[in-house]
């Protein structure tokens, strides 16, 4: 797509409030040109096919064919960039379209909530000028690639960083599946996780790291001493931090500002985790639209830490990791899949693109 042209975007869901909603959201956007709407699964194909959008919004819940249904035939077609939009009593289901190959989600609007329907809209536009930072093809790979349950590594290996930090955004579920699903076993340091992510949804996504990896997941209440393989995800709409309580050192759940760029923030989380944790401490930037965990690497950096960037041969979105790579403060560029092992070694003895520091 080139700088200038209008994201194409196909609105489907066969609620003709929601449908009317979105494109009015979508329609305040001078970069976004509403191509067509679908009412049911089967004349959303068609028109998919016709209209060759630049992304389609879903509603997993519709008539004649379903949204997963759909999903997989897209990527076997015409391989397209699909935000799922579901309510959040779908949040199994919008996993599972993840995992088919869906890019992103959004919480469905709701009738009579004005200010939730504000906020809605000003994450779908930025969620949709992101667009043109996606690589589908890297979206295709993910789904073609062996599930991370069949390809786990074998045991930990010294020396190893006590605690893990993850900040991540579009793409970021799939990656984090995948890398801490790569471990054999729990390996002896703790995991925490900000994942931009609507509220309501980030409960079950610890819940399915849960329950898909072997290490204990979590959605982080606050006051949690972080454990040797257990992973706590930062809960929607709120910043995971760390704070001293007496000799302890816990997690701090705090709600969003309306200043507030990105929520959860890795900044925030990598930060106060550097303070904490010094050169025991290793953060990661994962695939994402944006710039979160820039400054939050360079505090890493300064307190002893190391840092790893996903590198765009991986990255869906390399706009988080490519900034970070700018900041001078990152030690490795790796794929996805040198990631856990990276975990392992601590960094020692890992390859990875040499760094230098860019001009921002």
């Known amino acids: ?23 009015r959201m979508l329609r305040t956007s001078p970069l976004v040109d509403v191509v067509g709407v679908a009412r049911d699964g089967e004349e ?15 509603d997993l819940e519709m008539p004649r ?3 997963f249904t759909f999903l997989r035939l897209v990527m076997s077609k015409r391989p397209t960039p699909v935000m799922v939009i579901s309510g959040r009593a779908g949040e199994e289901d919008v996993f599972k379209a993840l995992d088919l190959g869906a890019v992103d989600f959004l ?10 329907l504000e906020s809605i809209q000003q994450e779908l536009i930025r969620k949709v000028h992101a667009i043109r930072e996606l690589r589908i093809d890297k979206v295709r790979d993910r789904i073609r690639s062996v599930p991370p349950v069949l390809a786990r590594l074998g045991g930990a290996v010294s020396p190893i960083p006590s605690m893990v930090v993850i900040g991540s955004s579009t793409g970021g579920p799939a990656a984090l599946m995948q890398i801490l699903g790569a471990f054999a076993a729990p390996p002896p340091c703790a995991f ?4 931009h992510m609507p509220r309501g949804f980030t409960r079950g996504f610890a819940e399915r790291l849960d329950r898909l990896t072997p290490l204990s997941a979590n959605e982080a209440e606050g006051g949690e001493r972080p454990e040797p393989g257990s992973v706590l995800v930062a809960p929607g709409g709120h910043h995971l931090e760390l704070e001293s309580r007496g000799s302890e050192i816990v997690t ?7 200043s507030d760029k990105y929520t959860p923030s890795a900044d925030r989380l990598f930060e106060t985790a550097a303070k904490h944790f010094g050169s025991d401490l290793l953060a990661i930037v994962l695939t994402g639209m944006g710039d979160d965990g820039r400054r939050g690497v360079t505090r890493v950096k300064e307190a002893g830490g190391s840092v790893i960037a996903e590198s765009e041969e991986s990255a869906v ?16 560029v790796l794929a ?11 960094l020692s003895g890992v390859s990875g693109a040499p760094i230098r520091k860019e001009m921002s």
């Open 65 to 67: 064919m379903d949204g």
């Open 336 to 346: 996805l899949s040198e990631i856990p092992a990276a975990i392992q070694s601590g």
């Open 252 to 258: 701090r759940v705090t709600p969003n500002g309306p």
């Open 317 to 332: 979105i390399f706009g988080m990791p490519q900034q970070a790579i700018r900041t001078g403060a990152v030690d490795r």
């Open 107 to 116: 919480a469905k609007p709701m009738p009579h909530a004005t200010p939730e």
């Open 1 to 23: 797509m080139k700088p200038r042209e209008l994201i194409r975007v196909l609105v489907i869901d066969d609620s003709a409030f929601s449908r009317q909603t979105i494109m």
């Open 44 to 58: 959303a194909l068609r028109k998919t096919l016709e209209l060759e959008p630049d992304l389609v919004t879903l």
């Open 192 to 195: 925490l996780v900000a994942q």
